[in-house]
């Protein structure tokens, strides 16, 4: 079955940087699409990053474009986001998702304050 898991959320100070990594499994996923989304207490859920399957395009939220870079690594079936110039507005929950289907992992949670 569809296996996605997150990792390498945590608390960090504003303007910090931080990677998360999305191991996926149970599908061949140099075919699909991966995104990233995010939900802040409160707030519905928001895209965050998307890249194609080969990796060769991107796009982003306009609220993160600059800061974070999505990427993927198809032999090790991994999308990591890399978060630089972190906000407290980047607080939330993240979450990878395989763009097609209803496929979610379980979360990592990143808090940026002081």
């Given at each position: 079955?569809?296996?996605?898991?997150?990792?390498?959320?945590?608390?960090?100070?504003?303007?910090?940087?931080l990677?998360?990594?999305?191991?996926?499994?149970?599908?061949?996923?140099?075919?699909?699409?991966?995104?990233?989304?995010?939900?802040?207490?409160?707030?519905?859920?928001e895209?965050?990053?998307?890249?194609?399957?080969?990796?060769?395009?991107t796009?982003?939220?306009?609220?993160?474009?600059?800061?974070?870079?999505?990427?993927?690594?198809?032999?090790?079936?991994t999308?990591?986001?890399?978060?630089?110039?972190?906000?407290?507005?980047?607080?939330?929950?993240?979450?990878?998702k395989r763009?097609?289907?209803?496929?979610?992992?379980q979360?990592t949670?990143?808090?940026?304050?002081?």
């Amino acid at each position: 079955q569809v296996q996605l898991v997150e990792s390498g959320g945590g608390l960090v100070q504003p303007g910090g940087s931080l990677r998360l990594s999305c191991a996926a499994s149970g599908f061949t996923f140099r075919y699909y699409v991966m995104t990233w989304y995010r939900q802040a207490p409160g707030k519905e859920r928001e895209l965050v990053a998307r890249i194609a399957s080969t990796g060769t395009v991107t796009n982003y939220a306009d609220s993160v474009k600059g800061r974070f870079t999505i990427s993927r690594d198809n032999a090790k079936n991994t999308v990591y986001l890399q978060m630089n110039s972190l906000k407290p507005e980047d607080t939330a929950k993240y979450y990878c998702k395989r763009a097609d289907g209803n496929y979610w992992g379980q979360g990592t949670q990143v808090t940026v304050s002081l």
